[in-house]
């Protein structure tokens, strides 16, 4: 590499391609083998490995019978969550909201936050309370009454 960068320097040319050849010779022989060695390698390994991927089911068509088995358990673990956790909570909510709309003036209701009172009025969407001694006057909005303490005749 010294004798390449002198001739360089030096301004001989003719000697500068030589050098560059052998270079690229080499640096290709080089490249070369190491290809051929990974690739061989790579063979071997797949080779050995062969047997792991068929003993697991991957190669073969029971593999495909295992996968559709794992696909159906989680199907089957969506379903219960949705028996158990979803169906029961969309009824409660279905409850709460026809409570909500049968609310009449007179009804004693709490609130989500704990407050106790009497309806005193009925808006679309919000509703007057009076608590306490002092009758103080709370306009709340429907989806904060958390329960109906009235028992009606029709329930």
Do not use: C
């Not at 391609?17 to 051929?36: H, N, R």
């Not at 019978?65 to 199907?75: C, H, R, S, T, V």
């Amino acid at each position: 590499m010294y004798n390449f960068f002198t001739q360089i320097m030096s301004g001989d040319i003719s000697g500068v391609a030589d050098t560059l050849e052998s270079v690229t010779e080499t640096i290709g022989d080089t490249v070369s083998g190491a290809v051929s060695e990974i690739a061989a390698s790579g063979a071997e390994a797949v080779a050995n490995t062969s047997g792991v991927v068929s003993a697991a089911g991957a190669g073969n068509p029971g593999g495909l019978g295992a996968m559709w088995g794992q696909f159906g358990l989680i199907g089957l673990m969506i379903v219960a969550f949705y028996f158990i956790l979803i169906r029961p909570q969309r009824k409660k909510e279905k409850e709460t909201a026809k409570m909500r709309d049968k609310l009449e003036v007179g009804d004693i209701v709490t609130t989500t936050g704990g407050i106790i009172g009497i309806v005193v009025s009925i808006k679309d969407d919000s509703i007057v309370i009076e608590t306490g001694n002092d009758r103080s006057k709370i306009r709340i909005k429907k989806w904060a009454i958390q329960s109906n303490e009235t028992i009606h005749e029709s329930e």
